[in-house]
């Protein structure tokens, strides 16, 4: 069972940048994909970004030419550069572990609160 612990968040202002990080107990090079997904109080938890084992990304339009998620499997880390942060961006960020046939694996969460 792989385990996976995010570290990054904090208190940013609006227009400010955040870079998270996600390591992971295990290699990654093996895991089809990762994502970093987010849940604002009173609303559901939403997809951010994820990336596959292939390098192939995919973006929530709200994020779309501000936010970019990368790997680095010899780390076994996947990054969420934020950039032009907006109140409406605060959340508690998650990040996610897809393997084949395996249920996914969730982080403990980190706080992002962007101020305006």
């Known amino acids: 069972q792989v385990q996976l612990v995010e570290s990054g968040g904090g208190l940013v202002q609006a227009g400010g940048s955040l870079r998270l990080s996600c390591v992971a107990s295990?290699?990654?090079?093996?895991?089809?994909?990762m994502g970093w997904y987010r849940q604002a109080p009173a609303k559901e938890r939403e997809l951010v970004a994820t990336?596959?084992?292939?390098?192939?990304?995919n973006y929530a339009d709200s994020v779309k030419g501000r936010f970019t998620i990368s790997r680095d499997n010899a780390k076994n880390t996947v990054y969420l550069q934020m950039n032009s942060l907006k109140p409406e961006d605060t959340a508690v960020y998650y990040c996610?572990?897809?393997?084949?046939?395996?249920?996914?694996?969730w982080g403990q969460g980190t706080q992002v609160t962007v101020s305006s």
């Open positions: 990336i596959t084992r292939d390098g192939n990304t």
């Open positions: 996610r572990a897809d393997r084949a046939f395996l249920p996914g694996t």
């Open positions: 295990t290699s990654i090079f093996r895991i089809n994909s």
